[in-house]
């Protein structure tokens, strides 16, 4: 039946001229006050002033309507970098955190990725699968409506796709979202090879036409990083990557720069994720580009590390995407509203500005703007209900407070 929601304070996220994400990427989306939106078969069909909504009960007869009473309405959230599927958080390193060790010095002593993949390496399929499926429910009651899910806490060819498969089957059974798979297997070196090369050429590289041919994955990703992974091996995972049809996004300069900007870009990433440590040129080479630059700032809070330049990404005309980064060791939290609050606060960015870079510029870096990420007939309505809120800058303002709690997931709430 087709569900018109009407009195809606405010309605934020429209995209009503249509245009493509590279020309409003610094610019908000629109909004409009005192708003109705009309949802039919799972896709938004109309929307507009409250006033242009002709209510008489001949033409409304079949249609549900929802009375939002000046409750606001932003598209569902799209997540575009998460380490969902991991298996054991690690509250032990959290506590090692507060009392000063870096990131790098807990990575050092055994903990880090490492400590992740040995314990995942014990789990069973079904296990795993119990584990990520609740870390995804828990997504979707935060307004995470799409979300993209990387592997590399296996670290091993038989754990690497065991987490592949688990992203699968989340793909099967919640079929009324999108998940994106990315197989990160160049995380970290693990113990059992004597190198990095010996670990690229027995277990990454083997495992890239398989899981390409199962249809497993849906990008490649690696660590580019001082004492993980470097420029070359990177060019190596594009071409691969490329050879079997899969596109590329990358971890890069989350602490040191590797030159690996220029070198991605000009292969056609589709996303470059971290960016803590960018240089002018850099900043300027992703502006001058269609790849998407991908902040994570709940990261940065965790680790206590500086934030990624958002607000010069997008002065200078970058496509910019927030993302949770959802992973074990340095942002256990997959709550986009707090993400928005760090954008916001650390990172100056203003409430529309950061609503783009949460919804429409995710939607694009996963290839699903013609889908979702924004309020735009024919697009599928997935929308948050923001009760007891006048505006979108109530949703940053009121950081901690249980914000999220009705959404709606191709026009059925979630619940
Ligand atoms: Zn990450």
């Known amino acids: 039946m087709k569900k018109i929601f009407t009195n809606i304070g405010v309605l934020y996220g429209v995209n009503e001229e249509k245009l493509p ?48 009473q000046n409750a606001i309405i932003i598209p569902g959230f799209v997540d575009s970098h998460t380490h969902l599927v ?23 002593s055994g903990g880090g990725i490492l400590n992740s993949a040995e314990k995942l390496s014990a789990l069973s399929f079904d296990t ?91 990008y490649v990703d690696a660590f580019i990083e001082k004492n993980y992974f470097d420029t070359k091996d990177m060019i190596d995972l594009i071409s691969l990557a490329h050879q079997h049809n899969l596109k590329t996004r990358f971890h890069v300069n989350q602490f040191h720069d590797l030159g690996a900007i220029a070198l991605a870009v000009e292969r056609n990433a589709v996303s470059l994720d971290h960016l803590e440590v960018l240089t002018p040129e850099d900043i300027e080479i992703l502006a001058q580009s269609k790849t998407v630059a991908t902040l994570l700032p709940a990261c940065s809070f965790f680790t206590r590390l500086p934030y990624g330049p958002a607000r010069e990404i997008i002065d200078h005309g970058g496509i910019l995407s927030l993302a949770t980064d959802y992973n074990p060791g340095s942002a256990p939290s997959l709550n986009m509203a ?40 024919g697009k599928e309505a997935n929308f948050i209900v923001l009760e007891n809120f006048n505006t979108l800058s109530d949703l940053p303002y009121f950081a901690g407070n249980q914000i999220v709690k009705r959404v709606f997931i191709r026009g059925v709430e979630n619940i």
């Not at 798979?181 to 277990?203: I, Q, R």
């Not at 100056?348 to 996963?366: D, G, I």
Request: hydrophobic content about 40%.
């Open 338 to 377: 707090f993400v928005m609050t760090l954008a916001c606060i650390q990172m100056k960015l203003m409430p529309e500005e950061a609503l783009t870079a949460l919804t429409l510029n995710p939607a694009f870096s996963l290839g699903l703007s013609n889908k979702v990420g924004s309020i735009e007939r």
């Open 128 to 218: 795993l699968y119990n584990m990520s499926e609740k870390n995804l429910k828990q997504a979707l009651a935060h307004g995470t409506t799409s979300i993209e899910i990387k592997s590399g806490y296996g670290l091993s060819i038989e754990s690497e796709l065991k987490i592949l498969r688990v992203i699968h089957t989340l793909k099967q059974n919640f079929k009324h979202i999108h998940i994106k798979s990315t197989f990160l297997g160049a995380h970290a070196v693990p113990k059992a090879h004597p190198n990095k090369e010996a670990y690229l050429n027995e277990v990454v590289f083997p495992l890239i036409p398989k899981i390409a041919k199962e249809g497993l994955v849906d």
């Open 86 to 108: 991991y298996g054991i958080p690690r509250v032990e390193e959290f506590l090692l955190k507060i009392q000063g060790k870096s990131y790098e010095e807990i990575a050092a």
């Open 21 to 68: 994400y590279w020309t409003i990427n610094h610019k908000p989306l629109q909004h409009i006050k005192n708003a109705f939106l009309s949802v039919g078969t799972g896709f938004i069909q109309d929307y507009g002033e409250m006033r242009d909504l002709n209510l008489t009960l001949d033409k409304f007869s079949n249609v549900e309507l929802i009375d939002c």
